[in-house]
């Protein structure tokens, strides 16, 4: 794979939702940016078959990759977005076990939907959660990025090559 060639598998995973959900054998066009853009190329333009492997690719992901990887998928979706960040907050939690629920449920939770949405601040936590700016800072640098990043990082390594392998001819033509 091309490492120069950034693949944006949040938009391609979004294409294919949309792909899926559309009356049967419809393609989704992107009339957004154009080739020139900064997406992937082949992302303009997907077919069923694609998309239908992205799921698939999507369905083996562990549940934990695969709820990173929805939660930036669904950030702004009020009804799903919200279910798979509650989804994601009870991983982390089973994952990081006692140190997780330093602030509480509602605190973890918090600092999930930050991860994908960026709203919020260390202050409005401190607030909120009790403690400092520093210790909710350095909580969420230390403790909940890392582990959502990891698993998002994951999913997207798994995805990139069915990616690639559906779009591959779509790109080298362009």
Known sequence: MNRNQNIDVVSIVRKAIEVLSAAGGAKAIDYGRGPCGREFVGALVMDVEAASAINEAMILLPPEHN????????NNDPRDGWAVCQDLACFASHHLGPSG???G???LLYWVRHWARRDGSCREAAWRFGSSYDTH???YREVVQPLINGWFVAARG???PVIEN???SVRDAA
Request: aromatic fraction near 22%; hydrophobic fraction near 50%; avoid cysteine.
């Open 137 to 139: 800072n350095r909580y």
């Open 101 to 103: 629920d330093k602030f």
């Open 105 to 107: 449920r509602e605190g």
């Open 166 to 168: 559906y779009y591959l």
């Open 67 to 74: 709820l990173a990887l929805m939660w930036k998928v669904l």
């Open 158 to 160: 798994a995805l990139e």
